[in-house]
């Protein structure tokens, strides 16, 4: 590992710069209320802006805004009638089922205003409680107030002097994952790989780029600044967020038969110059991402063509010593994966091009693409969709329901005046926290927690042990709040550890020499909030994740089937729009890893709900084969190149009814004879027969040690082609068999 590289990721990253401002916009008023003996009396103000704070989550500037507003006001209503209400406890019962059953409800428009609702709830939590709100009500209400509006009035003001900014981190966190996506295929040229485990590792890493252009589509292609100005800045940072989607399509499609290439050429140099190549280029991507997080000026180390020509040089002098008929197909096979790697390098360069600004090249550019077509669906806010989950059948509603019942079980276990909890409200913020929709999810944030508070709260206590000087104790609380906030969604273990020496540090603050009441409070709500949130996850209404896997393997059946064969009418001469073209694939890709990513969780549900299991990952692997596969073909069908030799009308129909076979059986559906037939057609290629001509050509004539670096044969192409069209005809007909078995095993199950 590269940790100079990994720290200068963390240090630019859009987490680090948001966690940077949360934690100045609430310790510069804190220092100043501090120097004039006012931090006591004003705790409230730090508080709200750290709650406002929380809510500023990724995306376009007016959504971010409108968020913070409603935040502050919302946060501010809440406050003070909890406050008000907090002596009656038939109100307080009656605010926690109101509150926790909408602020979790609310999570049906999305996932910004599903963490407004959770903070909405945490200062819920805190002013039912009292502890921090003292006698004067409104007073007290109106600091947390001018809090809260605190750090709307320092979003305002960053915004407007780096309005630019967290689109370019955004952007560069895309070519970072890319980057650790190309390592892991550059393992593929290791000798003896593992390739089950190598295919899980790129299933898994597609997960974490599909989120990522998820984000970074609605960040882009939603802020009026770049899609509406004209600047060099905006053009850029738009057409590498494009460019970025074309090397992850570059990336995926070079799959190849890597078994058959470790057969043939594991031996030699090639495959470990070819794999070192490709970390080289691995690097250098991160270091282009590295300059988009941070805003600087990005310096190319590499020469690619160079680095390049080394491989082809080793390649021509292996060819020139092993080349005969009986290895023709090994050496056709090894020139095609080298054309790829050419098509990654020269889209990578032409990334690097683009990145250069030159102001001229910036002018130039344009996509002309419907960006709302491209954007991640989102429920409008109208009431009809917040209504229409009103149902058991919603997953939204089930979990608002176990939100509820948990905070109720939570509230009234902490008035249990035998435990002595002081902190009764840490109680029902871990179950905050921890409670989310998908059980897997639940499980593995608990243990985060439970082990973090323990970690963080162990060293807060040995720093106040041996920490006296109030400037060094500062320091600590400043960079603890900075690397928790920066943590929250990228390593919830840390961000709990750093969040609980903070908030030790805090009280000390406020209340020195309190140390021992803080720990034993802090471990015994957290212990309690989690065993209450496990047993509502497990025994209220739960989500099971194998309930969502056959809507998953329909959506992303018919995203493949659409894929292919938009792919197929590029060779027909049928070609679609660019448009069309990227629409489809980014439907297939963001399909394949939404299934990936449940059947991940689905691995972390108990043991009696991970159902077919191994059907389900042979399912997911043969969707990412048929993906990758046929955007290998695509590139071959945009070439603009012909080939006469292959029968593309059958081949496309012979596929399609595969594959319609499948996805037919999983909707259900009567399959007529027609499309049964036409699943066993013979296309009538010619590639074979001018496969053995060559054969017998090379048999009778000298070698001839042409070096032709960048060009690849005719033959070679139509034979890869060829060789594409059966994998995917074959993986289909795997996944069909797949999913019979599937379905009669959910059969069985429903007769049982």
Not at 23 to 44: C, D, H, M, N, W
Not at 96 to 107: D, E
Not at 240 to 255: A, C, G, Q, V
Not at 656 to 682: F, G, N, P, V, W
Request: charged letters at 20%.
């Amino acid at each position: 590992m590269n940790y100079s590289s990994e720290l200068k990721k963390f240090l630019t990253s859009q987490y680090i710069y948001s966690g940077a401002r949360i934690a100045l916009a609430i310790v510069i008023p804190s220092i100043i209320l501090a120097q004039f003996g006012l931090l006591k009396e004003f705790f409230l103000f730090p508080l709200g802006t750290s709650f406002v704070g929380l809510t500023d989550q990724p995306g376009p500037y007016i959504r971010r805004r409108n968020t913070l507003l409603l935040s502050v006001f919302s946060f501010f209503l809440i406050a003070l009638l909890a406050s008000l209400l907090k002596e009656f406890p038939i109100a307080v019962y009656l605010q926690i089922i109101f509150f926790g059953f909408l602020f979790s409800m609310i999570g049906v428009y999305g996932m910004r205003l599903a963490t407004f609702g959770s903070i909405a709830l945490v200062v819920l939590s805190i002013f039912i409680d009292g502890h921090l709100t003292g006698e004067d009500i409104f007073k007290s209400s109106f600091i947390f107030f001018l809090g809260c509006l605190w750090f709307f009035f320092v979003f305002l003001i960053v915004s407007r002097l780096q309005p630019y900014k967290l689109a370019g981190q955004v952007v560069g966190e895309n070519y970072l994952e890319l980057a650790d996506y190309l390592r892991i295929k550059a393992k593929y040229y290791t000798k003896n790989p593992d390739f089950n485990a190598l295919l899980n590792q790129l299933i898994s890493q597609q997960v974490k780029i599909k989120n990522h252009q998820e984000d970074t589509r609605e960040i882009v292609f939603k802020t009026r600044k770049i899609v509406n100005e004209s600047t060099t800045q905006s053009r850029i940072l738009m057409l590498m967020f494009l460019n970025s989607i074309d090397l992850y399509d570059k990336l995926l499609t070079s799959e190849n038969d890597y078994k058959k290439m470790n057969q043939a050429f594991g031996d030699t140099v090639l495959l470990q110059k070819v794999h070192d190549y490709l970390l080289v280029m691995a690097d250098e991507i991160t270091n282009l991402g590295i300059s988009l997080q941070s805003g600087l000026a990005y310096k190319e180390i590499t020469n690619f063509d160079n680095e390049l020509k080394k491989i082809y040089d080793e390649f021509f002098d292996h060819r020139s010593k092993k080349f005969s008929s009986e290895t023709l197909e090994d050496f056709m096979m090894m020139r095609q994966i080298l054309m790829r790697i050419t098509e990654i390098t020269d889209e990578v360069n032409t990334i690097l091009k683009v990145n250069s600004q030159d102001k001229k090249l910036a002018k130039s550019l344009s996509s002309g693409l419907d960006y709302s077509k491209f954007l991640p669906k989102e429920e409008k806010l109208n009431f009809k969709v917040f209504l229409s989950n009103f149902s058991l059948k919603s997953g939204h509603f089930r979990h608002a329901t176990r939100v509820t019942i948990a905070l109720l079980i939570g509230y009234i276990v902490s008035q249990f005046e035998i435990l002595g909890i002081g902190h009764s409200y840490w109680i029902l913020i871990t179950i905050i926290a921890i409670l989310k929709p998908a059980y897997a999810t639940t499980k593995h944030r608990n243990l985060l927690r439970f082990f973090g508070t323990l970690a963080g709260a162990i060293i807060a206590y040995i720093i106040l042990h041996f920490v006296d000087e109030p400037t060094a104790l500062l320091v600590i609380l400043l960079v603890s709040m900075i690397i928790c906030f920066s943590l929250l969604k990228s390593n919830y273990f840390w961000a709990v550890l750093f969040m609980t020496i903070y908030i030790f540090l805090s009280f000390n603050f406020l209340r020195p020499g309190n140390i021992n009441l803080i720990f034993k409070d802090r471990l015994l709500d957290t212990a309690i909030g989690g065993i209450v949130t496990f047993l509502v996850a497990y025994f209220i209404l739960p989500v099971w994740e194998h309930t969502q896997n056959l809507a998953l393997m329909k959506k992303s059946s018919k995203s493949n089937l659409d894929y292919f064969r938009l792919v197929m009418d590029h060779f027909l001469d049928n070609e679609p729009e660019d448009q069309d073209f990227r629409l489809k694939r980014k439907n297939a890709i963001i399909d394949l890893a939404n299934l990936s990513d449940n059947f991940q969780r689905m691995i972390s549900d108990p043991k009696n709900q991970q159902r077919k299991l191994e059907t389900v990952h042979q399912f997911v692997t043969t969707t990412h084969l048929i993906t990758a596969y046929t955007a290998s073909l695509s590139q071959y069908a945009k070439s603009g190149h012909e080939f006469p030799e292959i029968d593309f009308q059958n081949w496309k129909i012979k596929i399609s009814a595969e594959l319609l076979r499948t996805s037919s059986l999983l909707y259900q559906q009567d399959l007529d004879e027609q499309t049964r037939s036409e699943s066993h057609i013979k296309p009538e290629d010619h590639v074979v027969d001018l496969l053995e001509k060559r054969k017998a050509e090379l048999e009778n004539q000298v070698f001839s040690d042409e070096r032709k670096t960048f060009t690849v044969s005719h033959l070679t192409e139509i034979k890869n082609i060829k060789e594409l069209l059966e994998l995917i005809n074959d993986v289909a007909k795997d996944q069909r068999k797949i999913i019979e078995e599937y379905l009669i095993h959910q059969s069985t199950t429903a007769t049982q």
